[in-house]
């Protein structure tokens, strides 16, 4: 039995609508895909796969969008125990090493 669902976009909010099985579990939605997962193409085979991307605006988007992907995840388990999932990425530095702060005129204390 297929249900339709509604999700929107991180990003800008478009709405999409998915036909999908019923007894599969929604987890999260996010702008970035989780590490270990595997996706499935709108309109693709949504059993075999650990959740979907979605291109904004494209399909069965109510709105323009903003043409960026976004990812449904569903719940997956792995002997026996569900996954806790982690996003893909790269290490960044924020700032250098140093003093920290807003930097004001004349130093601290003026």
Not at 15 to 36: C, F, H, N, Q
Not at 68 to 97: H, I, K, M, S
């Amino acid at each position: 039995m297929t249900v339709p669902v509604r999700y929107h976009c991180p990003r800008c909010g478009t709405i999409v609508t998915l036909e999908r099985s019923a007894s599969l579990a929604d987890k999260s939605v996010t702008p970035y895909p989780l590490e270990g997962w595997t996706y499935a193409a709108v309109g693709g085979d949504y059993d075999d796969a650990d959740g979907v991307r979605i291109v904004c605006g494209e399909g069965e988007a109510d709105g323009d969008g903003c043409g960026e992907p976004y990812y449904l995840n569903f719940v997956r388990f792995e002997a026996g125990r569900e996954q806790e999932p982690t996003p893909q990425g790269e290490r960044v530095d924020l700032a250098p090493d140093g003093p920290r702060g807003p930097r004001t005129p004349g130093g601290p204390g003026r």
